[in-house]
């Protein structure tokens, strides 16, 4: 059965520095492209990052330059090293493939607050 376990979120001062980490069990980890989501509080979830299983990105034009994606198939991970945030940063991280497939996990709270 797929699990994932998303981990790394907290409270940041704006211009900030966070290590979110996505670990995902129970599958071939290494065929799939991943996403990295967030929701803020009242809005739908929408793309952050993406990596694909070949070790291709993109970013959502939101955090270009700022964040980045990465993945370590020897440890079933996907990272996003998200540097200089910003209070619109704040919202709940999740990871999924692109259709969504495997089952949500229960996020990680970033709170870009000072």
């Known amino acids: 059965q797929v699990q994932i376990v998303e981990s790394g979120g907290g409270l940041v001062q704006p211009g900030g ?11 071939i980890f290494s065929i799939y492209s991943i996403i990295w989501y967030r929701q803020a509080a009242g809005k739908q979830r929408d793309l952050v990052a993406r990596i694909t299983s070949g070790g291709a990105t ?35 991280y999740y990871c999924n493939t692109p259709n969504k497939i495997f089952p949500w996990g229960q996020g990680t709270q970033v709170t870009v607050s000072s």
């Not at 520095?17 to 599958?27: A, D, H, I, N």
């Open 17 to 27: 520095s966070l290590r979110l980490s996505c670990v995902v069990s129970g599958t």
């Open 58 to 92: 993109t970013y959502a034009d939101s955090v270009k330059g700022r964040f980045t994606i990465s993945r370590d198939n020897a440890k079933n991970t996907v990272y996003l090293q998200m540097n200089t945030l910003k209070p619109e940063d704040t919202a709940v």
